[in-house]
Structures are given as structure tokens and as C-alpha cells.
């Protein structure tokens, strides 16, 4: 198993329980394909920094998880189809950050 951390972007104007539904609908997808979610960070909504599908912002849900190339293709195949993500993006890392929240709301 590898590590990775995904993050999605949504459209700016879904509401509250629709950011939820999406939340849970990831992290159900990434634990039913052989996979782990370890953490998972809402980072709010931010300001992009060029439009995306005539979008300004958007709300940014960031996964870190285990998980296999079946893991990525299940998660990448959801994806596609979903129309209330607007982006997102895949890394895969030796070890994960898990202490760290770069886009936390309080500041220290």
C-alpha cells in the first residue's frame, strides 16, 4: 500500500449538506476499494487563482489515505462522472504529514 493525499475542489455554490455528502462519498469510495483514509481536512472556501469553469472560488476538501492503483482508478472514475467537482489532484508520498494543517482556521 501506498500513501497519498487528494484534494478536491468543488463548485463555490453548493450548500453546506451537499459538501458533506461529497466528504462522506470519498472517504466511503477510498475505504470499500482496499483502501484507508487517515485524515481528512476541509480547507474552506478559497479564492482560485484563475477561473475554473467560470468559478472564482471554490471549497477544498483534502483526503490523506492508503490505498492502491485500484484505490486511484475507483476514486478517479467517481470523479469523472461527479458534477460538483470542478478539479482535483492526486499525489503520492513516502510517508504522510498527518500533524501539519497548512489551511487551518486558527492561527498560532
Given at each position: 500500500m501506498s500513501f497519498y493525499e487528494n484534494?478536491?475542489?468543488?463548485?463555490?455554490?453548493?450548500?453546506?449538506?451537499?459538501l458533506e455528502k461529497i466528504k462522506e462519498k470519498y472517504?466511503?469510495?477510498i475505504n470499500s476499494s482496499s483502501g484507508k483514509v487517515v485524515?481528512?481536512?476541509?480547507w474552506g472556501l478559497l479564492n482560485l487563482a484563475t477561473k475554473i469553469k467560470k468559478y472564482n472560488k471554490g471549497f477544498f476538501i483534502h483526503y490523506k489515505f492508503e490505498g492502491n492503483e485500484s484505490t486511484l482508478n475507483e476514486i478517479n472514475k467517481k470523479i469523472k462522472v461527479d458534477?460538483?467537482?470542478?478539479?482535483?489532484?492526486i499525489v503520492k508520498y513516502k510517508n504522510l504529514d498527518t500533524k501539519n494543517e497548512y489551511f487551518s482556521k486558527e492561527k498560532k
Amino acid at each position: 500500500m501506498s500513501f497519498y493525499e487528494n484534494t478536491l475542489i468543488t463548485r463555490q455554490d453548493l450548500p453546506k449538506s451537499e459538501l458533506e455528502k461529497i466528504k462522506e462519498k470519498y472517504s466511503d469510495i477510498i475505504n470499500s476499494s482496499s483502501g484507508k483514509v487517515v485524515k481528512i481536512e476541509e480547507w474552506g472556501l478559497l479564492n482560485l487563482a484563475t477561473k475554473i469553469k467560470k468559478y472564482n472560488k471554490g471549497f477544498f476538501i483534502h483526503y490523506k489515505f492508503e490505498g492502491n492503483e485500484s484505490t486511484l482508478n475507483e476514486i478517479n472514475k467517481k470523479i469523472k462522472v461527479d458534477g460538483s467537482i470542478v478539479r482535483h489532484l492526486i499525489v503520492k508520498y513516502k510517508n504522510l504529514d498527518t500533524k501539519n494543517e497548512y489551511f487551518s482556521k486558527e492561527k498560532k
